[in-house]
């Protein structure tokens, strides 16, 4: 139940069942107490087996190999590589989503990682991510006396001053800290890739004989340089290195209104790669974990504003995504920022349709809504028949923003910020699903509702209200009410509480209700319903 197989495999591999699916959950069911505590069980296997606190006081995984109760011994098996940004999204998500033990786990990690990268030692420059670093010692080379660089004890190798992992995790540190420490080795790179060779270095050289002719050279041949540039661009607004690898390629997957045409481009061009071989990508079985879509991510970047997909080490960039009653619709973010997003969107149907979008990236604060008919005109600046404004609050990560689409014309909707709320305390986040409510027959012909109430953050919450409803969400009527104090989540464990109401009539519609005045300042208020199965028999 915690994610990991019961035999000890390298990290890459024993890390995909679970990191590749549970922490991802966090935001595709954000609020569900069922995926948020079962990514805790993982948590704390990978803290109390496969990582420990080493010599220079930080988290350290304890070897490249593990699984079950241990983690491998074997000094061949290497320890803390770039890969570890896997298991560690266990730690990643929860922090974006508010959890403060996971968020100083995981920046404890981080720190020791550019703690060794901007050191200078053996033959390793300042800048240069190491292959491994290793447990107890937290030194960059192995216990046994070998060089730092040897292939046998680094199991991926040595070394790539580019690793997006590596840099993705680095981009995190900086994201949920604010942190400018966690950009050195970001800015150490491009140190790199800006400078000439020194003199008299050759073409491909040594590591050891050349370090820093080695790492000029390491830093100009990385692979997929973009990605962490983008979500640097993302984080912090700085375009000062966007020449560096295209300034259309960054200003296309940053929606800058002056790039829109190219992104369209670029879309339509992946789009249309998909009508071939359609079938043989979506109803072939594929053996592979090679196995995907071309140009989803940039159609997950059209759809939502992302800048990166849900991969390994990077958060979570998208700006909205979509709930609507059905599949045909199509949407584009033209513009996103943490004040502002402007969406286009197009129903298909022969219907108006009602739907709603789901806000990840806006600051909490009290916004300017408005919607129109889009008119004339050519890519971005396209105007727009706007509506009369209407005021909408941000509370919440997650909140979400309901409108109505006419059928077969092309739409927009836009959220500008008028004046921002902060909030910085850590935060109680009473929560319930439909799972958690259970109904018992009485010999007395009535019912007994047992209702388990979580809490996701890491605050108390005292006097929170619980009440047996009866109703919609159009309207309900009050049956009875219970007032608990529910600890917060201490250790990385769920903090949780049954909730009884004996002698209850059978009759349908029965919800419980968390909060129903909204009195509690919580991370997150979408998920205090839940309704009672079978109440009615």
């Not at 500008?416 to 799972?435: G, W």
Request: glycine share 8%.
């Amino acid at each position: 139940m915690d994610g990991f197989s019961p035999g000890v495999g390298d990290v890459e591999h024993s890390s995909e069942p679970s990191a590749d699916s549970i922490p991802t959950m966090l935001a595709i069911r954000y609020g569900d107490p069922l995926w948020y505590e079962r990514n805790l069980v993982s948590c704390r296997r990978i803290r109390d087996y496969y990582t420990g606190i080493d010599n220079n006081g930080f988290v350290r995984f304890k070897s490249g190999h593990f699984g079950g109760d241990k983690a491998s011994e074997h000094v061949q098996h290497g320890g803390d590589t770039h890969y570890s940004p896997r298991p560690m999204k266990h730690f990643l998500w929860p922090a974006w989503y508010g959890n403060s033990e996971a968020k100083e786990f995981y920046l404890n990690w981080v720190a020791g990682w550019v703690r060794a990268t901007m050191t200078s030692k053996y033959s390793k420059v300042a800048g240069v991510p190491p292959a491994t670093i290793w447990y107890p010692s937290g030194d960059i080379a192995p216990p046994n006396g070998a060089a730092w660089n040897d292939p046998i004890y680094n199991i991926y190798g040595c070394c790539q001053i580019g690793s997006y992992r590596i840099h993705d995790t680095f981009l995190s540190g900086y994201y949920l800290s604010q942190d400018k420490s966690f950009l050195q080795p970001l800015h150490a790179w491009m140190r790199f890739y800006k400078s000439e060779m020194p003199q008299g270095s050759a073409t491909n050289p040594d590591i050891d004989k050349d370090p820093m002719g080695w790492a000029i050279r390491n830093s100009k041949d990385t692979w997929n340089a973009e990605r962490p540039l983008m979500q640097y661009r993302w984080m912090t607004g700085d375009d000062s290195y966007d020449e560096l690898f295209g300034r259309e390629i960054l200003q296309e997957r940053l929606h800058m209104p002056g790039a829109f045409d190219d992104f369209i481009n670029r879309l339509a061009g992946a789009v249309g790669r998909l009508r071939v071989n359609f079938n043989l990508y979506t109803r072939e079985m594929l053996q592979t974990d090679r196995a995907g879509l071309p140009g989803s991510e940039i159609a997950f970047s059209a759809f939502t504003g992302a800048v990166r997909p849900w991969r390994d080490a990077g958060v979570p960039t998208m700006a909205v995504t979509w709930e609507v009653p059905h599949r045909d619709f199509a949407a584009i973010v033209p513009y996103t920022s943490e004040d502002c997003l402007r969406v286009w969107i197009y129903n298909f149907s022969g219907e108006t349709t009602r739907m709603r979008m789901r806000l990840w990236r806006l600051r909490p604060g009290k916004y300017e809504a408005r919607s129109g008919l889009i008119g004339e005109g050519q890519g971005y600046s396209r105007e727009c028949q706007w509506s009369e404004a209407s005021s909408f609050v941000v509370r919440h990560k997650a909140d979400v923003y309901w409108f109505v689409v006419p059928s077969r014309r092309e739409f927009a909707v836009e959220l500008r910020l008028v004046e921002p709320l902060n909030d910085s305390r850590v935060l109680p986040d009473p929560a319930i699903a439909d799972r958690d409510i259970s109904v018992s027959k009485n010999a007395d012909g009535k019912i007994t509702v047992t209702a388990t109430v979580h809490n996701l953050g890491n605050a108390a919450v005292k006097n929170l209200v619980v009440a047996l409803v009866q109703g919609d969400q159009g309207g309900y009527s009050e049956i009875a009410r219970q007032r608990v104090d529910l600890p917060g989540c201490k250790d990385l464990r769920p903090s949780r509480l049954d909730v009884k109401f004996p002698r209850v009539n059978p009759v349908a519609d029965l919800m419980i209700l968390l909060d129903p005045q909204e009195k509690v300042t919580e991370i997150y208020e979408l998920n205090n319903r839940a309704n009672a199965p079978g109440s009615a028999q």
